[in-house]
C-alpha cells in the first residue's frame, strides 16, 4: 500500500545512492522531524528535481511512503538558499548548522522550535549579511537549549546570579555553563578573555533577528567563541561535526 504524504522539509543532507542516477536524502520536517526519502533520476542531465536534491533546499516535499520507506516524488521549492555558496565561511558555517540538527533532531518527532532556528539562522545569514560566526555561535547555543542539553551563559553556575559585562567569567562544561568572578574557585572551568565574554555575552543577549547590527571586538575573539561554543556542543551531546573538522 502505497500514501502520499506532503511536507514542509529542508534538505540536511544528500548522498550517493546504490540505485543509478538516484540520491538519498536526510530531510527535516517541523512535523515529522528526521527521516531519509530517496529522490530518483536526479543524477541525470536536465533533471527536474535536480534543485530539490540539494543540501539547503527548503521547500514543500510530496512523498510516496511504502513500508515506512519515502521516495520524493514532487518539490514545491520555497528557497534554494543559493547564495550561502558565495561565501566560504557562510557555507561552511551554514553546512554545520545543517549538520548539528541532523545529530539533535530525532526521526518522526515534530520539533517546530529546532526548524525555525535552523531557517531563521540560514536566512539571517543569507540575506542579513549576519556574520556568519556570530550565527553558528548563536545557534550552537540554541539549538543544545532547544534539545534538552542545557547551557546557560547569563547566569552564573553557582550562585544563580545574573553574569554582567564587566566581570572574569569562565566557562564551565560540567554544570550549566558560566561561572561568575566570585565563584570561580568552586568549580572546575575555563577562563574567558574580556574580549571573548564580550562578544559571547552579547551575541547570547541578542535576538537573532537583530544579530547582523552587532559590532564585534575582533576575528580573533569571534574566533575563539565559536570554537569554545564547539567544545560545549562535543562535550554535552558526544556528538562531532564533520563538517567543521579542518578548520576546528
Ligand atoms: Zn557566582
Known amino acids: 500500500m502505497t500514501n502520499t504524504v506532503k511536507t514542509t522539509a529542508i534538505v540536511l543532507k544528500s548522498s550517493k545512492h546504490t540505485a543509478d542516477a538516484s540520491r538519498l536524502l536526510l530531510l527535516f520536517s517541523p512535523e515529522k522531524g528526521l527521516f531519509s526519502a530517496v529522490i530518483r ?130 566557562l564551565v562544561y560540567v554544570g550549566s555553563g558560566a561561572v561568575c568572578e566570585k565563584h570561580k574557585g568552586k568549580v572546575e572551568h575555563v577562563d574567558l578573555s574580556y574580549e571573548e565574554w564580550q562578544t559571547l555575552h552579547a551575541i547570547d543577549q541578542t535576538k537573532l533577528a537583530e544579530i547582523s547590527h552587532l559590532k564585534f571586538y575582533s576575528r580573533e575573539a569571534l574566533t575563539s567563541c565559536l570554537s569554545l561554543m564547539l567544545k560545549q556542543f562535543y562535550y554535552r551531546t558526544g556528538e562531532k561535526l564533520i563538517s567543521l573538522e579542518k578548520y576546528f
Open 41 to 170: 533520476g536526479v543524477e541525470k542531465p536536465k533533471a527536474k528535481l535536480a534543485s530539490a536534491s540539494q543540501p539547503f533546499c527548503f521547500g514543500e516535499f510530496m512523498l510516496a511512503e511504502r513500508n515506512g520507506y519515502y521516495t520524493v516524488i514532487d518539490c514545491y521549492i520555497y528557497d534554494s538558499f543559493y547564495t550561502l555558496a558565495g561565501n566560504l565561511d557562510s557555507y561552511v558555517l551554514s553546512s554545520a548548522m545543517l549538520e548539528v540538527v541532523s545529530k539533535l533532531a530525532v526521526p518522526e518527532d515534530a520539533n517546530v522550535e529546532l526548524f525555525t532556528l535552523l531557517l531563521n539562522s540560514l536566512k539571517v545569514v543569507a540575506y542579513e549579511k549576519a556574520e556568519p560566526t556570530a550565527v553558528a555561535i548563536k545557534f550552537l547555543k540554541e539549538s543544545l537549549v532547544l534539545s534538552g542539553f542545557g547551557l546557560d551563559l547569563a547566569t552564573c553556575d553557582v550562585c544563580r546570579q545574573k553574569l554582567t559585562d564587566d566581570e572574569e567569567v569562565g
